[in-house]
């Protein structure tokens, strides 16, 4: 099973930027999909951003298109969400996962493994 780990969220003024990692336990994580998701209070869990680790384009939600970016590291096992021009309604908590058909879906039900999450705050 693989273990997923988040990190690199925190707290930033709009219009700042944070870059989150996610770390995957080993190299199984290359035949998966992976998505980025996040979820503010009261509200469902949201698509973020996708790419298949075989390669492919990404897949962004349209409120994120053009500020944030995901990419790969082989050698790691770690995925990325660089995220920039910060704006309050990015808050919340954000998680990565991964999809072991190799599928990059908005639907996160689809996903079989997640990571424990880490809190993103925009200040105005």
């Known amino acids: 099973q693989v273990r997923l780990v988040e990190s690199g969220g925190g707290l930033v003024q709009a219009g700042g930027s944070l870059r989150l990692s996610c770390a995957a336990s080993d190299g199984t994580i290359r035949k998966y999909a992976l998505g980025w998701f996040r979820q503010a209070p009261g509200k469902e869990r949201e698509f973020v951003a996708g790419?298949?680790?075989?390669?492919?384009?990404?897949d962004y939600e349209d409120s994120v298109k053009g500020r944030f970016t995901m990419s790969r590291d082989n050698a790691k096992n770690t995925v990325y969400l660089q995220m920039n021009s910060l704006k309050p309604e990015d808050t919340a908590v954000y998680y990565c996962?991964?999809?072991?058909?190799?599928?990059?879906?908005?639907?996160?039900?689809?996903?079989?493994?997640w990571g424990q999450g880490t809190q993103v705050t925009v200040s105005s």
């Open positions: 996962a991964a999809e072991r058909a190799g599928i990059v879906s908005g639907d996160h039900t689809q996903y079989d493994y």
């Open positions: 790419l298949m680790w075989s390669g492919g384009r990404s």
